[in-house]
């Protein structure tokens, strides 16, 4: 039927729009959420190996590195060279490396080069947090925006709808039931109007009208 369907119809559009609003805001955060973790973890992994290196070369003072604390310092350079997620790491990353035998073994100057490496190794990492922050925050503003305006569309769909709605459904009865009741109170020349109704009230309409004129002959024999 037209009218059910166009009722299912209706309803169907804004349960759908609303919907979409709902699961889209859900699916970008949703998203967004896991993938900045994983950044954030990396670089902090890679902090966290610089600032053991400095532990260990800074605890050795001018020293050579005891044999322990030499394995810890290469065992985190490891972790760092594999853990690259930026490419300003990589000259730092092999600076450092072609400084840290000398470093290991007590020459002053290597030692401060290495060690001036490994805190510019945590700034870049540092550096690329703050950036996913920013990104994030962009991000959030973006989907937050995108969801006033999806609203915003649905709001004026939803407006639509209802005047559509007023003007096929509700003027239609509304008129239907006017009529009837000029008819039962004596008023026999009032019809319903034609409208953009569906096909099933439009029946109905005529029906009534139909019956009133029928009415109307039945009441004046001689006229036709």
Same mark, same amino acid.
């Given at each position: 039927?037209?009218?059910?369907?166009?009722?299912?119809?209706?309803? $169907?559009? @804004?349960?759908?729009?609303?919907?979409?609003?709902? *699961? $889209?805001?859900?699916?970008?955060?949703?998203?967004?959420?896991?993938?900045?973790?994983?950044?954030?973890?990396?670089?902090?992994?890679?902090?966290?190996?610089?600032?053991?290196?400095?532990?260990?070369?800074?605890?050795?003072?001018?020293?050579?590195?005891?044999?322990?604390?030499?394995?810890?310092?290469?065992? +985190?350079?490891?972790?760092?060279?594999?853990?690259?997620?930026?490419? +300003?790491?990589?000259?730092?990353?092999?600076?450092?490396?072609?400084?840290?035998? =000398?470093?290991?073994?007590?020459?002053?100057? +290597?030692?401060?080069?290495?060690?001036?490496?490994? =805190?510019?190794?945590?700034?870049?990492?540092?550096?690329?947090?703050?950036s996913v922050d920013e990104e994030a925050q962009r991000l959030g503003s973006a989907g937050a925006w995108?969801?006033?305006?999806?609203?915003?569309?649905? *709001?004026?769909?939803?407006?639509?709808?209802?005047?559509? *709605?007023? =003007? =096929? *459904?509700?003027?239609?009865?509304?008129? @239907?039931?006017?009529?009837?009741?000029?008819?039962?109170?004596?008023?026999?020349?009032?019809?319903?109007?034609?409208?953009?109704?569906?096909?099933?009230?439009?029946?109905?309409?005529?029906?009534?009208? $139909?019956?009133?004129?029928?009415?109307?002959?039945?009441?004046?024999p001689g006229s036709r």
């Open positions: 039927m037209e009218l059910r369907r166009e009722l299912l119809l209706t309803v $169907g559009v @804004l349960v759908l729009l609303n919907l979409l609003l709902a *699961f $889209g805001a859900i699916g970008l955060f949703v998203r967004m959420g896991p993938a900045i973790e994983h950044i954030l973890q990396e670089n902090d992994y890679s902090i966290e190996a610089a600032e053991e290196m400095l532990a260990e070369i800074a605890g050795a003072g001018s020293e050579p590195l005891a044999d322990a604390a030499e394995d810890r310092v290469r065992q +985190a350079m490891a972790r760092a060279q594999q853990n690259v997620t930026e490419a +300003a790491e990589r000259p730092v990353l092999a600076d450092i490396e072609q400084l840290l035998p =000398r470093a290991l073994a007590g020459e002053p100057d +290597a030692r401060r080069q290495a060690v001036t490496d490994v =805190r510019r190794l945590i700034e870049i990492n540092r550096e690329a947090m703050r995108a969801a006033v305006l999806v609203g915003f569309l649905s *709001f004026l769909l939803s407006l639509f709808v209802v005047v559509r *709605f007023q =003007r =096929r *459904f509700v003027r239609p009865l509304v008129d @239907l039931y006017e009529v009837l009741e000029s008819a039962r109170q004596g008023e026999r020349l009032r019809r319903c109007r034609p409208s953009e109704a569906p096909r099933e009230v439009i029946l109905v309409a005529e029906s009534v009208n $139909g019956l009133l004129d029928e009415r109307l002959r039945r009441s004046n």
